[in-house]
């Protein structure tokens, strides 16, 4: 009787070291990815430094002040983030959703293409996930280099190539650029400026008055 308690004891000993082990080995693998607190705390500071870059601009926003906006210790900024130009690029990238709306506007042809596109671009603009992002790029691409290349970039690849077969022929590229201007001086004034009564118009009476603009571009 003693070695068949001893067998069970033995056995369930063995069990609970196996158990144990397991969880060691589960957790080990965990803690070898990217933990879901580091995760929520990297798109926290991201998010609080493109309200702020939105708000204030590049120089006049300082890392101490995005480490409050996002509730962290500035030491966390610069862990996940390293300097401020480093964090700075992160608050360019645009929204996916920007290139999508362009790209599915021009999708329809060169028949009100102009209308399209302006409402696309007021549709994004007006959703608060992306603005950020956008008003950030917008705001700072006058007094910084690095913003302006990206607003250019914007330009010249996402429009350029969204439009590339619905704006043809000669000075294509010219005319998208114009189309570019348009686009971005609208959204500086209705949006960065609040110049009224633009500002507070709605999104109907906006693509009626300005998609001929843009059409007339397209055309030519």
Known sequence: MSSVRDVRETSGTDRERGGAETKSVSADKHAG???PGETRTRDAILSAARACFAE???DAT????IAEAAGVDQALVHHFYGTKESLFLQALELPVKIQEAIAAAADGGREGVGERMVRAHLTVWDDLSARPALMTMVRSAAIHRV???????TATTVLAHALSEVITGEEAGLRTSLIATQLIGLAMMRYVALLEPLASAD???????YGPALQAIVEG
């Open 33 to 35: 990815g990217r933990r």
């Open 203 to 209: 999104t109907d009476t906006v693509v009626r008055y």
């Open 147 to 153: 913003a302006a290349a990206r607003l250019r970039e």
């Open 62 to 65: 300082s890392l101490r002040r």
């Open 56 to 58: 204030r601009g590049f």
